[in-house]
């Protein structure tokens, strides 16, 4: 008998029935409910998830009705043989399962699941508790006590004039010169590239992309049908003899890379490598793409040294991007542009031909945020919860034999070297209820590694600790 292990909640707006349902059939889509095996006894279940005996009994029966679960009287509920279902469907539809391979789609699927902040360490996102939901509410309060017809219409192609003006403001602190009308409001950081990806990329073309680097792209940027090279990330940024070697050879369109607090190693880049960086895009004619979303989790060149190539450029070849989903609510999804007036608005039309606007509601909080100062005083509490925490995880996994190349004094992420395959780890933690991620998925050829990425901010469960200190040698 196979007990799976799941996180009900109360408060998530689902029912209970429905959560169940939702997590056993998603289990046993991924393995990890294998055929034949037999589910907690109706009392058994209720009992392990404090529910009622009719919850778990309604859950049941919904999910022989959808065919995961099969009833055998005297004994009990089995998990079903799916592959024989599978044999009736099209095969249109057979082309759209979810794969059980792990890659990028897994990872990305499996954080959006309802497991404790805690027990998912591979995710790249602050917990709850680190963040403050009641300034989120707050603003949300005060946009509904606006005009009502403020909030009913569309918003403007560039986005909301105000908090662009805000922007301009921030980005000077950071010596980038942009007036509101270079500013191009999006649905994150993750529709900025994807915007700049179709506007100077077809079929065929060539990125360039850090190596290791934020995995979701090298989904996004295949699926446009272009070709994804990996430039080996150093302690300092890039290997530049690398990028010009390879630039010569492959002719690359653009350069998406991190230069400050890099994901997943929380790097920075050093003035000369930025340098030389912009020297090489002017010499092989290709655009840098420049993802700065975790800017403010930065303390300061006093602590950690770090130049922006946009403030060496000031957005002629240097495409800037930010965001606020790493520091305030992922589910505000607002994300900017910088870049020159011209391309800003090619980008908004861009923009409106695939979303039409963005939303305005979430710019109008984040504009209240900023303008009225909490912001700034709210990233400074986080940058010292995670240096409160950041050189006791390091030790501690030291401790278990583990190597972090790159100790830097800021950042949300740490790099770690296991000496073990970390696909396989992944595996045996998702059957345990943990989110890990492992180092292949941060490389654009996807190969076994024995790297992973640790969130320092999702560390504090001690079952966590144990799963580690067990399988990780």
Sequence with gaps: MLTPTFYISRDSGGSLVEQIVNAVATRIDDKLLRTGARMPSIRQFADEQAVSRFTVVEAYDR??????????????????ERASMLNNVPSTAQAILPTQNLDVVWLVRNMFRQLPPQKMPGSGVLPHDWLDGELVANGL???????????????????????????QL?????????????????????????LVAREFTQPGDTIFVDDPAWFLMFG???????KVIGIPRLHDGPDVA??????????????????????PTSTSLSAAKAFQVLKTAEEHDFIVVEDDVYCDMHPGPAVQAATRIAALDQLHRVIYLGGFSKTLAANLRVGFIATSPELAIRLADRKMLSTLTTTEIGERVVYKI????????????????????RDDITKRLEQ???KIDYRTPAGMFLWTETGCDTNKLTEKAMEQGYLLAPGSLFSPNQLPSTRMRINIAAMSDTGVWEFLKREAR
Excluded: C, W
């Design 370 to 389: 900023l303008s009225e100062g909490h912001y700034r005083k709210h990233v400074d509490r986080i940058r010292v919860k995670l240096d409160g925490v």
């Design 170 to 194: 921030k980005l000077a602190e950071l010596e980038i010169a942009a007036s509101p009308e270079q500013i191009v409001m999006t649905s994150g950081v993750t529709q900025a590239l994807d």
């Design 63 to 80: 999910l022989v009705a959808k065919g995961y679960l099969e009833s055998r009287r005297g004994a009990g509920f089995f998990v079903r």
């Design 220 to 226: 996004s940027f295949a699926i446009l049908g272009t």
């Design 400 to 402: 278990l034999g583990m």
């Design 242 to 263: 690398k990028l010009a070697e390879l630039a010569a050879l492959h002719k690359p369109r653009l350069y998406i890379i991190n230069s400050v607090l890099h994901n």
């Design 141 to 167: 309060r005060a946009i509904s006590r606006l005009n009502q017809n403020l909030l009913l219409h569309y918003g403007t192609p560039q986005g909301f004039l105000p908090l662009r003006q805000q922007l």
